[in-house]
């Protein structure tokens, strides 16, 4: 039974489909995957952007309730928050466009070779 099935398939894969594609078929394909591919890599960098900020608030509200202290001994600093939050927000952006030059610049070179 495997035999004839093989035979089939050979028979088969030989002889052309009866079908034609047109010429720019593959270029349609390719285009529609990468429209595919840039909106998935959106919903990633949005994703990562609301991770980011919700780890920081989970760290920021863990550490003010457990430790409330910490932010109110500092003398000379009006409020310790003021400064984390702009910080973690710049590390985090700084993130975002390392991915995305990542992305732009190496890996799309590479899917073209």
Do not use: H
Not at 82 to 93: E, F, H, R, S, T
């Amino acid at each position: 039974m495997t035999k004839q099935i093989e035979q089939l398939i050979d028979e088969a894969l030989k002889t052309e489909p009866s079908f034609k594609l047109g010429g720019n078929f593959k270029d349609r394909v390719v285009l529609v995957l990468r429209k595919k591919e840039k909106s998935n890599q959106r919903k990633l960098y949005f994703l990562m952007a609301l991770g980011m900020l919700v780890i920081f608030g989970f760290g920021y509200g863990t550490i003010s309730y457990f430790l409330p202290s910490l932010f109110e001994s500092f003398s000379g600093l009006k409020n310790m928050s003021d400064q984390i939050i702009p910080l973690a927000v710049l590390i985090g952006v700084m993130v975002i466009i390392i991915q995305y030059l990542d992305k732009k610049l190496i890996k799309n070179r590479m899917l073209q070779t």
